[in-house]
């Protein structure tokens, strides 16, 4: 079973954090490129971050630049989205996202899909 399982998501207020994990299951995550993608409340989806296979490259539309950061832990096979500074605006559903043979930025034609996590910013 080739799993991809998003966690850390919950409720929050303005100018707070939370840290996102995106860990897989019966495939290496250290050679797949990752991704997160984030769908808000009557909005579409949008990608947000991605990260290379070896980690060394990453990036973040205009939205997230300076607050969030990718990351990736080798040894547990998982990688994090750290969101500092958190918006109302920033209130959705984030989707892990991971694919062999394509790179970055995410794309809905990544193979691998996470069942979302939901990120609640509000007083």
């Known amino acids: 079973q080739l799993q991809l399982v998003e966690s850390g998501g919950g409720m929050v207020q303005p100018g707070g954090s939370l840290r996102l994990s995106c860990a897989a299951s019966?495939?290496?995550?250290?050679?797949?490129?990752v991704g997160w993608f984030r769908q808000a409340p009557g909005k579409e989806s949008e990608g947000i971050s991605c990260?290379?296979?070896?980690?060394?490259?990453?990036s973040y539309t205009d939205s997230v630049k300076g607050r969030f950061t990718i990351s990736r832990d080798k040894d547990k096979n998982t990688v994090y989205l750290q969101m500092n500074s958190l918006k109302r605006d920033d209130t959705a559903v984030y989707y892990c996202?991971?694919?062999?043979?394509?790179?970055?930025?995410?794309?809905?034609?990544?193979?691998?899909w996470g069942q979302g996590t939901l990120v609640t910013v509000s007083e």
């Open positions: 996202v991971s694919d062999y043979y394509h790179d970055c930025p995410p794309s809905p034609q990544f193979e691998y």
């Open positions: 019966g495939f290496d995550l250290n050679d797949h490129v």
């Open positions: 990260i290379s296979v070896g980690g060394g490259v990453t």
